[in-house]
């Protein structure tokens, strides 16, 4: 599904994801060659493709998907202590912004963590990413974010070592959401309208119908 931030609409939507099914689909629109800005989850195969397709555009990584990236690395670690309880106490505080908690919240989560240092870890590293997010200017985010990257190496968590790769693998991608603040909220507002129209539509077998 492919969004027009400028003008706020649905441009175009293609099936399949590889490079041939997009590029045949979308080759015959005019005026990729002005495209500036794109935003995208980090998908590797998208980026690829956009920078193919759209030779003067900028790539944004979308904020909310690079944030989510300690999500599935805290769960496992959490589900090693407390098991696989969807009710429970210590899931609903970290899945939580830090910010977004009230003080006697954050008391019991940091007297929780003081107690769990392997999970600890992973929740000041995604602590820290959320606060570079409030960071206004590329290049103070830019400091922060080596930052992040450069503590990465002390971990023996495997998992965040991998994440340390995928950091920078796309960290102009990341970083240049705080050069035009777009994320991919409208993208996910349209999908949602998709996934709606989909289940209504149930019975449809053709992707033309």
Known sequence: MIVDHKNKKLFDVSLGKTHAELW???????????VKRVTLDLSDSYKSFVKGFFPNAQIIADRFHVQRLFNPILH????????????????ILLNKNRSNLKPWERTVLDQWLKVNPKINEIYQFKAALARMYNIRGVERAR??????IEELNSTQNKLLKTLQNTFKRWK???????????????VEGFNNVAKVIKRRAYGFKSFEC
């Open 172 to 186: 102009e991608e990341i970083l240049n959401f705080f050069v035009f603040r777009l994320t991919n909220a409208r």
């Open 76 to 91: 496992q670690a959490r589900m090693e202590v407390t098991g696989d309880k969807r009710k429970n106490p210590a899931r």
């Open 143 to 148: 400091q922060a974010f080596d930052r992040i």
């Open 24 to 34: 045949s689909q979308l080759e015959n629109r005019p005026g990729r060659e002005n």
